[in-house]
């Protein structure tokens, strides 16, 4: 084992600085998107963020809402002059 550690000592003594740095920010890196993919996978549960909320009907929403409502149309002038030539044929 003495003989290992100072194999690894004369190569980290022989290496520059960057080189020393480079290596350590590549472990680092490899071992961060490691942990964020074993987490990713081995999630116990899936996040239901996008599920629908229960107590809220929205159609009964929908039919419950005012009758005599303007037409948006009406109320917002949106015809910017680009398609209003196809609906005047």
Do not use: C, Y
Request: charged residues 20%; glycine residues 4%.
């Amino acid at each position: 084992m003495t003989r290992f550690n100072a194999s690894i000592t004369r190569k980290l003594a022989a290496q520059s600085r960057s080189v020393k740095v480079l290596e350590a920010s590549a472990a680092v890196t490899a071992m961060t998107v490691a942990t964020f993919w074993l987490a990713l996978v081995a999630s116990p549960k899936p996040v239901e963020a996008g599920a629908a909320v229960t107590g809220l009907d929205p159609e009964q929403i929908a039919l419950s809402g005012p009758r005599d409502l303007p037409s948006f149309d009406d109320t917002h002038q949106r015809h910017m002059g680009v398609l209003d030539t196809l609906t005047a044929r």
